[in-house]
T-cell receptor
Framework: EDQVTQSPEALRLQEGESSSLNCSYT??????LFWYRQDPGKGPEFLFT???AGEEKEKERLKATLTKKESFLHITAPKPEDSATYLC??????????FGQGTILTVHP | NAGVTQTPKFRVLKTGQSMTLLCAQD?????MYWYRQDPGMGLRLIHY???????AKGEVPDGYNVSRLKKQNFLLGLESAAPSQTSVYFC????????????FGEGSWLTVV
């Protein structure tokens, strides 16, 4: 059975305090590892897709990395506007996604 | 969100009533999906479609039916709503290649009393 596990469940940071979110996955026939951001009352917003171990992608203060078993979302010098739930998902055939439960990030000013 | 529209946004149903959620996308995507999101459960795939006239079951299909009569629309139906179907429903779409970006709608909040 495909499984995606995210940790921690919740993370509180001070503005400027860098940290990382973890996504462990066991997904058969993985075609891509996806990261999304979700704000309260909104749909998931696409951030990154990683396709192979060793790959890295960056967007503003976010950097996603991928190994054969895990993905990390590194947040450098976060700002309050980075507060959101971050979702990790393994993608398989026909674009089907298996999601983790998400990490709720709160950045205090 | 890029071109995925869901209606209605909010709905309250009584147990046993039926309803249909409509998803429309204007990006000419082949693939479309319906997910549900519940606290502590993450998003789970209900049904999906790989093209006009096709549908397939996802992880949690029981109690739902879907139709894709037009390429741009994907309908999710509840024939006899149950309280366990209280959830937030998200539609998504993508181009016809695994690994492509998948775009989500804003969600439909459904409460069954």
């Amino acid at each position: 059975e495909d499984q995606v596990t995210q940790s921690p469940e919740a993370l509180r940071l001070q503005e400027g305090e860098s940290s990382s979110l973890n996504c462990s996955y066991t997904v058969s026939g993985l075609r891509g590892l996806f990261w999304y951001r979700q704000d309260p009352g909104k749909g998931p917003e696409f951030l990154f897709t990683l396709y192979s171990a060793g790959e890295e992608k960056e967007k503003e203060r976010l950097k996603a990395t991928l190994t054969k078993k895990e993905s990390f979302l590194h947040i450098t010098a976060p700002k309050p506007e980075d507060s959101a739930t971050y979702l990790c998902a393994g993608g398989t055939s026909y674009g089907k996604l298996t999601f983790g439960q998400g990490t709720i990030l709160t950045v205090h000013p | 969100n890029a071109g995925v529209t869901q209606t209605p946004k909010f709905r309250v149903l009584k147990t046993g009533q039926s309803m249909t959620l409509l998803c429309a996308q204007d990006m000419n995507h082949e693939y479309m999906y319906w997910y549900r999101q519940d606290p502590g459960m993450g998003l789970r795939l209900i049904h999906y479609s790989v093209g006009e006239g096709t549908t397939a079951k996802g992880e949690v299909p029981d109690g739902y039916n879907v139709s894709r009569l037009k390429k741009q629309n994907f309908l999710l139906g509840l024939e006899s709503a149950a309280p366990s179907q209280t959830s937030v429903y998200f539609c998504a779409s993508s181009y016809s290649s695994s690994g492509n970006t998948i775009y989500f709608g804003e969600g439909s909040w459904l409460t069954v009393v």
